[in-house]
């Protein structure tokens, strides 16, 4: 641990063996910070994706009214709460993005999805090629010297699946966000790993399956550098240094609770641990480690690919026995479009936890919330027909100022989702003149 002065550095870490334990922001960083430089106490400006896949019917998301005091339709309705720090934007028209599947989530931040020339064959065709994509233009402005510049989540993947990804190397199904043109980041399943990866100095898996048989919390092996670290600290900062090591052991209880369940370990020795067994479980654990990422400033970034185009994950858990993907084709039959409304009022109401979670967590002057934005939304509307136009698109946060809430606007008319991408970076000073199929800068004022 460094202590400087009698202030805590914002990169300080509790270290133990092979754990390093961030810190969440603290009063007594800030005199430290300020040493640094005039504006650097400031706390630092987050950004967040969640994306479903299959859409959601227009009728049942958007709202009627444009403007503020808006009512909320059923599917955004577990939002209502957090109007306040919420744009909603109807009539925009996502990318095609060369592939009715893949192109709707793999052009979801780039406007573009696989470069390719569909009339090609073999390596031309073939070849894993995009555009970098928004999240990762944010991370250049924003990562700083956090231990993670970004990261990419997800529940399910495709794996490598031949012939079910529309042709395409399935890496463009596993992948939101792309670091370069040629340098895609799939999504991480396993929140035991993303774990590791955050906490941890991430090892093998014969590493955690020992510290797993030990049934040792990383938190114990760091337990005198937290008791020195907590008689440096007032009684605010105790208090918010305590809740957020409880917020990581439950995390941690939660990961076993799921590996019990499972039997805990796999029996390929490279194979990582920690594949939740019930979905909602690993929804809940994965925002969680997100909020905590953010809380801990590990990450500024993230992107949470919620399921792959053509998901087959079953909602019984929610009374529907259907896949996701299949109910998405409802063919307009009453029964399967209610089930469609409510599979897309569950993955909002998850996300409106994660959202209530962040508001609750204090963050220098206000909450993460404050601090944070989040785009959640879809590569399409109405699943049925993989429509790209007037796909939801809901962004969630205080935006550190620069975005006014309880709003809904209206894009021009046929204004592509790039128009977006391009106003969202500016938000974050960073200059793009073009994305994908973009006519200009879409309007948030």
């Not at 073939?126 to 700083?144: E, H, M, N, P």
């Not at 299949?326 to 996300?351: C, P, R, W």
């Amino acid at each position: 641990m460094i202590i400087t002065k009698k202030h805590v550095s914002r990169r300080t870490f509790l270290r133990g063996a092979g754990v390093a334990v961030a810190l969440p922001w603290l009063d007594a960083m800030v005199p430290a910070l300020k040493a640094q430089s005039p504006t650097s106490a400031g706390a630092p400006f987050r950004f967040g994706v969640s994306y479903m896949p299959c859409g959601v019917y227009p009728d049942v998301w958007h709202p009627d009214e444009l403007g503020r005091d808006f009512a909320f339709k059923q599917v955004m309705m577990p939002l209502e709460p957090h109007r306040d720090k919420l744009v909603t934007i109807s009539g925009m028209q996502a990318p095609w993005g060369e592939s009715v599947h893949v192109g709707a989530s793999s052009a979801f931040l780039n406007g573009v999805g696989p470069v390719v020339d569909r009339e090609a064959t073999g390596d031309a065709f073939g070849k894993i090629q995009s555009r970098k994509t928004l999240d990762q233009y944010i991370a250049d402005a924003v990562a700083g010297d956090t231990p993670l510049r970004s990261i990419e989540v997800g529940t399910e993947d495709m794996g490598t699946a031949t012939g079910a990804c529309d042709g395409f190397p399935c890496t463009f199904f596993d992948t939101l966000a792309w670091r370069t043109d040629t340098d895609p980041l799939p999504i991480s399943i396993n929140p035991r790993v993303t774990f590791e990866r955050m906490f941890g100095e991430t090892g093998s898996t014969a590493f955690r399956t020992a510290r797993l048989k030990e049934r040792q919390s990383l938190l114990d092996s760091v337990v005198q550098e937290t008791a020195k670290l907590r008689r440096e600290l007032g009684a605010p900062d105790q208090a918010i240094f305590d809740e957020y090591l409880t917020n990581i052991r439950e995390v941690e209880l939660q990961l076993d609770r799921m590996e019990s369940r499972l039997g805990t370990f796999t029996g390929d020795v490279t194979a990582p641990i920690g594949l939740p067994e019930a979905f909602d479980d690993h929804m809940t654990v994965t925002y969680e480690l997100m909020r905590l990422a953010y809380q801990g400033d590990i990450s500024r970034v993230f992107t949470f690919m919620i399921g792959h185009e053509p998901t087959d994950r079953s909602y019984a858990h929610i009374g529907i026995s259907g896949t996701h993907h299949t109910i998405s084709h409802h063919a307009d039959n009453a029964e399967k479009m209610e089930q469609y409304a409510k599979i897309g009022l569950y993955q909002v109401a998850k996300f409106a936890e994660f959202v209530e979670k962040l508001r609750a967590t204090p963050d220098g002057d206000g909450t993460l919330l404050d601090h944070s934005l989040v785009y959640w939304g879809s590569g399409m509307s109405n699943g049925n027909l993989h429509d790209r136009s007037n796909p939801p698109a809901v962004l969630v946060g205080g935006a550190h100022g620069k975005l006014e809430g309880n709003r809904h606007i209206a894009a021009k008319e046929q204004e592509p989702t790039a128009n977006l991408l391009i106003a969202l970076a500016e938000l974050y000073g960073v200059e793009i003149d073009t994305m994908g199929e973009s006519t200009g800068k879409f309007d948030l004022a």
